[in-house]
């Protein structure tokens, strides 16, 4: 039977592989329909091969899909300016992939941002043009192991390993970003579309939580110390939960970093695939919020599959992670994610097994899961597929407990604290 709470191995992970061939094929629907309106434009929807399609799917690809593109096709084809302005945002999203894998128009023509400088999903170079390429139309021809660069009457051209980040950069207009990647998940960096989502919606989301608007501002460049503490704590949930980073490695493509002490971490399934966590000096801290959010992100492409509840959205619960009443929905997040935490300290505690602040947390986390099982026990209305899931927690649950029970000496305040 396939487990939904243990991480997958994702070889042949039909969660992740559905969830990403149906909005790849939405995705060609749309592009479909704009050929045969437009029969100048490339043919994009012919070039997303099912095979590139883990390798396109970037959480900002996601995002302007999600947000701009399918939202100008519900009802009808769109006139040919709405049709025209998206096909030429969506070139930029996936040139550079494509190009990688021998696909994709020789040309294209992408807009630089308000800076002049245009960014690629997922690269950690960008072509920088300057202030006098604002919002310029600017045509990338690639000839070859070579790039064109066009923008206005200036001309440069760039080897395409510059431009992927591969080798060093030589060409003048290219800037080389202060990402770490690890496994393929890359921390630090920026777009456009984030640093808008940063500025304006990701503020107002935490403040209809009834907090207080925070500033968000990304940290855009890592230092060298910096990238040597990701490291460090990407390092250790490989070393102590392979399989974690297995599929966290296939499926998280980003944690964009947060300059702020406003919030911890927070997963969007506006941006599928991934993390924004405020950047602090604190090991434990930040390997807990990792998995924290992955384990959000992993639900995420289950709820994209099924509704796994049946709850109506507008009723409310205690949760024991808020203190303002939860949906259901939320509540299941919360229960899901905690109960992979409890996992993680399990391991952390063979490896580290006489902290005592380690089984301090162990034991709230517990003590939470309890409380949550016990809400969804009384208000959740499942689909199949949630009750499958609902029972893979319980059962984690109970062998969690006993063995938290026995490694504190059954019988003592730390092995009880849980049942409650």
């Not at 006139?79 to 969506?90: A, D, G, N």
């Not at 997922?122 to 990338?140: H, N, P, S």
């Not at 510059?162 to 800037?175: D, H, M, N, S, V």
């Amino acid at each position: 039977m396939f487990r939904f709470v243990q991480p997958s191995e994702m070889k042949n992970d039909f969660v992740y592989t559905l969830m990403v061939k149906r909005r790849m094929e939405k995705l060609k629907h749309c592009l479909q329909a704009c050929a045969e309106q437009d029969g100048d434009q490339p043919r994009w929807d012919s070039m997303l091969v099912e095979e590139h399609y883990r390798e396109l799917m970037h959480p900002v690809l996601v995002n302007w899909t999600d947000t701009r593109l399918f939202p100008a096709f519900q009802g009808a084809v769109p006139e040919k300016p709405v049709r025209e302005r998206l096909l030429e945002e969506f070139s930029r999203l996936v040139l550079i992939p494509l190009w990688k894998h021998q696909e994709g128009p020789e040309t294209a023509v992408l807009r630089a941002d308000a800076e002049g400088v245009v960014y690629f999903p997922g690269c950690i170079t960008v072509v920088d043009l300057g202030a006098e390429a604002k919002e310029m139309r600017v045509t990338f021809t690639r000839t070859g192991e070579m790039v064109t660069i066009s923008a206005g009457e200036r001309q440069f051209v760039v080897g395409f390993s510059e431009l992927t980040g591969e080798k060093e950069i030589t060409a003048p207009i290219l800037r080389r970003l202060g990402c770490y990647e690890h496994g393929g998940v890359q921390f630090g960096g920026s777009d456009p579309l984030i640093e808008a989502f940063t500025e304006r919606e990701l503020p107002e989301i935490i403040q209809s939580y009834g907090r207080g608007r925070p500033s968000l501002p990304p940290i855009r460049s890592l230092s060298l110390a910096d990238m040597w503490y990701y490291e460090k704590a990407m390092d250790l949930i490989q070393a102590v939960w392979p399989q974690m980073y297995r599929e966290v490695t296939a499926h998280v493509r980003a944690v964009y970093l947060l300059n702020t002490g406003e919030i911890g971490a927070v997963t969007i399934n506006l941006f599928q695939g991934a993390v924004f966590m405020s950047h602090r000096s604190d090991l434990m801290w930040t390997t807990e919020n990792l998995i924290h959010e992955f384990g959000h992100a992993r639900l995420d492409q289950l709820f994209e599959l099924d509704d796994l509840l049946l709850n109506s959205a507008d009723e409310r619960y205690p949760s024991p992670w808020r203190e303002d009443l939860r949906p259901v929905k939320g509540i299941l997040h919360g229960l899901f994610v905690f109960v992979r935490i409890a996992l993680w300290y399990e391991r952390v505690a063979e490896v580290v097994p006489h902290a005592a602040d380690i089984r301090d947390r162990t034991q709230q986390v517990l003590a939470q899961i309890g409380q949550a099982l016990d809400t969804l026990r009384q208000h959740a209305r499942w689909t199949a597929l949630g009750e499958q899931l609902f029972s893979e927690l319980s059962e984690q649950y109970d062998r969690l407990v006993k063995a938290a029970a026995v490694s504190n000496h059954a019988g003592s305040p730390e092995g009880s604290a849980a049942a409650g």
